[in-house]
């Protein structure tokens, strides 16, 4: 499965309605994107803690109206042709997804504050739980989502670091601990420092395994053939024209 970055981000603003129908366009499986909850209790679509990098004011998204939000340009920064891009809620994201065979990759940004709220949106959406995953690098906010709304797939997510005896932070043992601590069904990392065998013996104890953020082809198709079961990918189009079609093999 392709999953297009904040929508086809090498290609329009991050994290905008625009980034996320074109993303759709070019024949991507499954849009990812960042939420955060404003300060009257609205959830909206954004990866920083603040407006600066995108919207050239600097605004916590915690602290400010939704109101306020959507006042902000959040396309210009990305040329003419996206002059007057809004911050999208979570309720129009969910509106451009086209068709039940898609899916979204809810990542969020904060703490276990936007969980109630969050399965409100999904609820009201009316998309199969089975287009609806939800990713945190918090494993707090998957233990809660998993103990309120079982039915949705959650994912762990992680960086990897690595000491100077070469080993790997986390390990394969505290990941599937920490995975079964939180009932996640899956784990998705970073495509840096991990190998093969890492893959397996996350796959082996029967969780899915899940890589961002990938946009050339060689290393996608390598992570394909270890086993993940999605690409998070800048480029969708891109790496949906040199990926050949067919399930992951490990």
């Not at 109630?116 to 949106?121: F, I, Q, T």
């Not at 996608?220 to 993940?228: D, L, T, V």
Request: positive net charge.
């Amino acid at each position: 499965m392709i999953v297009a970055h904040r929508g086809a981000s090498r290609d329009a603003p991050e994290n905008t309605l625009p980034a996320f129908r074109l993303a759709w366009r070019q024949g991507a499986e499954a849009i990812e994107g960042d939420f955060r909850l404003t300060k009257d209790g609205y959830i909206v679509c954004i990866h920083d803690e603040n407006t600066k990098r995108v919207g050239g004011t600097n605004l916590a998204v915690s602290k400010s109206t939704l109101s306020e939000l959507r006042k902000l340009d959040v396309g210009a920064y990305r040329g003419e042709g996206f002059k007057g891009t809004r911050i999208p809620t979570i309720s129009e994201v969910f509106s451009a997804i086209p068709d039940h065979h898609k899916s979204i990759y809810i990542e969020v940004k904060c703490g276990t504050e936007i969980i109630n709220p969050l399965l409100k949106e999904i609820t009201a959406s009316g998309l199969r739980r089975e287009q609806v995953v939800v990713i945190c690098f918090n494993a707090e906010v998957i233990k809660e989502l998993k103990a309120k709304a079982p039915q949705y797939k959650a994912f762990w997510l992680s960086h990897f670091k690595k000491d100077t005896s070469g080993k790997i932070t986390p390990s394969v043992e505290r990941v599937l601990i920490t995975l079964k601590d939180i009932r996640a069904d899956g784990f998705s990392s970073t495509k840096k420092i991990v190998n093969e065998s890492f893959i397996s013996g996350i796959r082996e104890k029967g969780y899915e395994y899940h890589v961002w953020t990938i946009d050339d082809v060689k290393t996608a198709k390598r992570f394909k053939k270890w086993g993940a079961s999605s690409i998070t990918t800048n480029v969708p189009g891109y790496l949906k024209k040199h990926i050949a079609p067919g399930p992951a093999s490990g």
